[in-house]
C-alpha cells in the first residue's frame, strides 16, 4: 500500500475500448470503520457496480475536514473474489473526527463513495506529563537559561542531593564534556573535556561524579572539578548505577562488575545470556539488570528472578534502569521508544512516550521520544531522561 495525493487516472480513449457503449465510472459504498483506537482504524468499502469494466484501482481517502481539501489517499486492490476492501490506517489523531470516503476507478474514471464520519478514542491519560526541562534542540554545546541552552549528544545524567542535574555528552571529533544544570534551571559546563563521552554518570554521597566514557575508562570528578583515572581493563561496559555504601555496578558485555570506593573490581557470578546493558541496585541491595529483553533481579542471596520481559512488551534495548523512590524500577525502552515503569512483582506499565519516534512534550503517553537514554529522579519522584536525537533533556512528572 503507499499513501499519495489522488492523481487523475488516465481516461482510456473510447476507440480503445472493446464495447461499442461509452464506460462509465463504478459506483460503491463507503464501509463504516471498525477496529477504531485512538489513533488507528480500519477503512473501506464496497463497489457496488463495475460500471460494465475492470476496476483498475481503488482504496480510502480521508480528512478530518468533510471538504475533504486536504485529504490523505490509500490505494489497494480487490480481491478476486469479493468487490470489497478494508485498509488497516494508523497515525491518526486522537479524540478527533475523521471523514472517509471509498474511491474506485475503471477506463472511465475514479468515482468516489459516500462520506462516512467517525471519531477517534481520547488519548490514553495516565496522569504524567512531559516537559522539556532544558536544551533548545539545537545541537551545540551554548551555556545559559535552561531552555535557551544548547546540548551536543547528551548521554547520560545523574542528580544531587540538592537537585542538581549532571548531563555528559559526546560529540564527534571534539571528546566529551559535563554539563551543570542548576535548580534554578541555568545551564553551565562543568568539565570541559573528558575522554570521548560518558555512557552513564552516577554521583556518590560525598559528591563524586564517576563517569562511564566510551573510551572503556571510568573516571571520577571530585566535586572542585578535578579529574582522576577511577578504573580501567573494561570490555564493552554500558550501564552503570552505585549503592549506598558507594560501590559502582557497571554492565560489561555478559558481565557486572563491582567496583568499590577504594577501586577494587570484582566480577559478579552471574552471566548474560545476551548481553547485560542497563542496570540498577535498589536500597536493599537487590541488582536488576536487563539481559536482551528480560529484567532480571538478583537478591543478596544470589536467586535470580526474571521479571519481565517480550512477553510483556519490553524490547532488547533498554538502555537505562534507575529506582524511583517507590522501589519501581524505571526503564529506558530505547527499542520501543517509551519510559517504562515495572513494579517489583513484575508488572509493566508505561509511564511515557507514544511508541511513535520524534520530539513532543504533553501528556505522557501522547509524548514522542527521538532517543530514550539516561534516567535520573529526584526527591519528589518526578523523572528526568536524556532524549539525545533532540539535544533535549526532559522531565516526566505526575499531576
Not at 139 to 144: E, N, P, V
Not at 362 to 390: E, R, T
Request: charged letters at 15%; a negative charge.
Amino acid at each position: 500500500m503507499k499513501k499519495y495525493l489522488i492523481p487523475t487516472l488516465l481516461i482510456l480513449l473510447y476507440s480503445c475500448s472493446k464495447n461499442d457503449s461509452k464506460p462509465t465510472v463504478a459506483t460503491l459504498r463507503t464501509a463504516a470503520a471498525t477496529n477504531i483506537t485512538d489513533s488507528s482504524a480500519t477503512l473501506g468499502g464496497t463497489v457496488t457496480n463495475t460500471g460494465g469494466y475492470p476496476i483498475l484501482t481503488c482504496g480510502i481517502r480521508y480528512d478530518t475536514n468533510a471538504n475533504m481539501a486536504r485529504a490523505l489517499s490509500i490505494e489497494t486492490v480487490l480481491g478476486s473474489t469479493s468487490n470489497s476492501f478494508s485498509i488497516p490506517v494508523k497515525n491518526l489523531p486522537s479524540g478527533a473526527a475523521i471523514y472517509v470516503q471509498a474511491w474506485a476507478g475503471n477506463s472511465a474514471g475514479i468515482a468516489y463513495g459516500n462520506t462516512v464520519q467517525f471519531t477517534t478514542s481520547p488519548a490514553p491519560v495516565n496522569g504524567y506529563t512531559v516537559t522539556t526541562y532544558a536544551g533548545s534542540g539545537s545541537t551545540q554545546s551554548a551555556d545559559g537559561p535552561a531552555l535557551q541552552a544548547g546540548f551536543q549528544y547528551p548521554l547520560a545524567i545523574a542528580i544531587d542531593l540538592t537537585g542538581v542535574l549532571y548531563s555528559t555528552e559526546g560529540f564527534a571529533g571534539n571528546g566529551g564534556r559535563i554539563r551543570r544544570i542548576a535548580t534554578n534551571g541555568y545551564v553551565t559546563t562543568f568539565v570541559p573535556n573528558i575522554g570521548l563521552g560518558g555512557d552513564d554518570v552516577v554521583l556518590d554521597a560525598a559528591g563524586n561524579l564517576f563517569d562511564l566514557d566510551y573510551n572503556k575508562t571510568l573516571y571520577k570528578i571530585s566535586p572542585a572539578g578535578v579529574i582522576t583515572t577511577f578504573a580501567t581493563g573494561f570490555t564493552n561496559p554500558i550501564s552503570m548505577d552505585i549503592d549506598k555504601q558507594g560501590n559502582i555496578f557497571l554492565t560489561d558485555a555478559k558481565s557486572i562488575k563491582k567496583i568499590t570506593p577504594s577501586g577494587a573490581i570484582s566480577k559478579l557470578p552471574l552471566t548474560a545470556t545476551t548481553a547485560f546493558i542497563g542496570v540498577a541496585v535498589d536500597p536493599s541491595d537487590n541488582i536488576y539488570v536487563a539481559d536482551g529483553s528480560n529484567l532480571e533481579r538478583t537478591d543478596t542471596l544470589g536467586n535470580v528472578t526474571i521479571l519481565a520481559g517480550a512477553a510483556q512488551g519490553l524490547s532488547t534495548d533498554i538502555e537505562e534502569l534507575r529506582i524511583d523512590r517507590n522501589g519501581n524500577i524505571i526503564a529506558s525502552d530505547e527499542g520501543n521508544d517509551r519510559l517504562r515503569l515495572i513494579t517489583p512483582t513484575g508488572a509493566v506499565t508505561t509511564i511515557a512516550g507514544s511508541g511513535v519516534h520524534g520530539d513532543k512534550d504533553g501528556p505522557a503517553l501522547q509524548a514522542k521520544f527521538g532517543s530514550v537514554g539516561g534516567i535520573a529522579i529526584d526527591s519528589a519522584n518526578n523523572i528526568f531522561v536524556v532524549d539525545g536525537a533532540a539535544d533535549k533533556i526532559k522531565k516526566i512528572t505526575h499531576n
